[in-house]
C-alpha cells in the first residue's frame, strides 16, 4: 500500500514538472515565432516539418544509392539549421535587451 502510494506521489511530481517545462517551451516559441514573424520568416513548426521532410528525403535518397549529397528540401538556403537559429537567437536578444 505505502510502495503504491509513494510510486503515486513520484508519478504525479513528474507529471506537474513535465507540464511546467511543456508550458515554459510553447510560451517560449510563441514569442519566437513572433520575432520570426516580424522578420517576415516562417514559423517554427513550419521550418521544423521542413527539416524533417528535408532529412527523411536525404535518407530516402542515400538508401535508394542516389547522391544523398544534394541539399535536403527544408535546408535554409544561406546555412545550417543551426546557424539560423544561432542568428535568430541573437536579434532576439537584442530585441529583449532593448
Known amino acids: 500500500m505505502v510502495r503504491v502510494l509513494l ?7 513528474v507529471a506537474v ?3 511546467r517545462q511543456f508550458g515554459s517551451v510553447f510560451g ?6 513572433r520575432i520570426r514573424a516580424m ?14 521532410a528535408g532529412m527523411l528525403g536525404t535518407m530516402a535518397r542515400a538508401q ?11 535546408a ?14 541573437r536579434r532576439y536578444a537584442t530585441i529583449r535587451a532593448m
Not at 510510486?7 to 511530481?13: I, Q, S, T, V
Not at 522578420?39 to 524533417?52: D, K, W
Not at 538556403?77 to 544561432?86: A, N, T
Open 28 to 33: 517560449d516559441i510563441k514569442r519566437y515565432n
Open 7 to 13: 510510486l503515486g506521489a513520484a508519478a504525479l511530481g
Open 76 to 89: 535554409p538556403k544561406d546555412g545550417s539549421v543551426i546557424d539560423v537559429l544561432r542568428e535568430d537567437f
Open 17 to 19: 514538472l513535465i507540464d
Open 39 to 52: 522578420s517576415n520568416e516562417p514559423s517554427v513548426y513550419r521550418e521544423g516539418f521542413g527539416a524533417l
Open 64 to 74: 535508394k544509392g542516389e547522391d544523398a549529397a544534394l541539399a535536403p528540401h527544408g
